[in-house]
C-alpha cells in the first residue's frame, strides 16, 4: 500500500458556530487557523475546512444510493480509521446522542474488505462516513 498523505478537504456550513462546536466538541477536532468566513481543522490528521454558506432558500433534497440494504446518503465523505479509533469515536458520538444516518455495523462480515461504517450528519447537514478495517490491506478488496 503506497504512503498515504494528508487530504484536503473544504466544505460549506449555514451556521459556523455551531459546525464549529460540532466539530470540535462532539468529534474531538482540533482547531487550526480561522476567520469569520471559515475554520481549519485536523480531522484524524487531515486538512478539513468548514466555510460558511448561506442556507437556500428552498431546501435541498439529499440523494441516497442503496447499498447494502441502507440509503446511503451522496454525497459523503469521512476518514477510515484504525479498528479501535473508530469503536471510541462511535462511543463518543453515542455519548453526545448524535443520530445514525446508518447506525454502526459490520459490512461483508467474514468476507473480503471486511469493515466497520457508520453515516451521520453534521449540523449542516454534510454527510459522513467514518469506518475501519481489523486488517487494513482489505481497504481495496474486491
Known amino acids: 500500500m503506497k504512503k498515504i498523505t494528508p487530504f484536503h478537504v473544504a466544505v460549506p456550513v449555514y451556521d459556523l458556530k455551531e459546525t464549529r462546536a460540532f466539530y470540535r466538541d ?14 481549519d481543522f485536523d480531522l484524524f490528521g487531515h486538512q478539513f475546512v468548514i466555510h460558511l454558506k ?3 432558500a428552498e431546501a435541498d433534497q439529499r440523494h ?16 477510515v480509521l484504525d479498528w479501535e479509533d473508530w469503536h471510541q ?3 463518543r ?4 446522542n448524535i443520530k445514525f444516518v446508518i447506525e454502526p455495523y459490520i459490512r461483508f462480515k467474514g468476507l473480503p ?3 466497520a461504517t457508520m453515516f451521520f450528519l453534521d449540523p449542516s447537514g454534510n454527510a459522513l462516513e467514518f469506518k475501519a478495517f481489523q486488517d487494513i490491506g482489505q481497504l481495496f478488496a474486491k
Not at 26 to 39: A, P, T
Open 54 to 56: 448561506p442556507r437556500p
Open 26 to 39: 462532539v468529534l474531538g477536532c482540533e482547531e487550526g487557523r480561522s476567520s469569520d468566513q471559515w475554520v
Open 93 to 96: 458520538l453515542r455519548s453526545h
Open 113 to 115: 474488505g471486511e469493515q
Open 64 to 79: 441516497h444510493n442503496p447499498v447494502d440494504g441502507h440509503d446511503v446518503p451522496v454525497p459523503h465523505y469521512g476518514v
Open 89 to 91: 469515536l462511535e462511543r
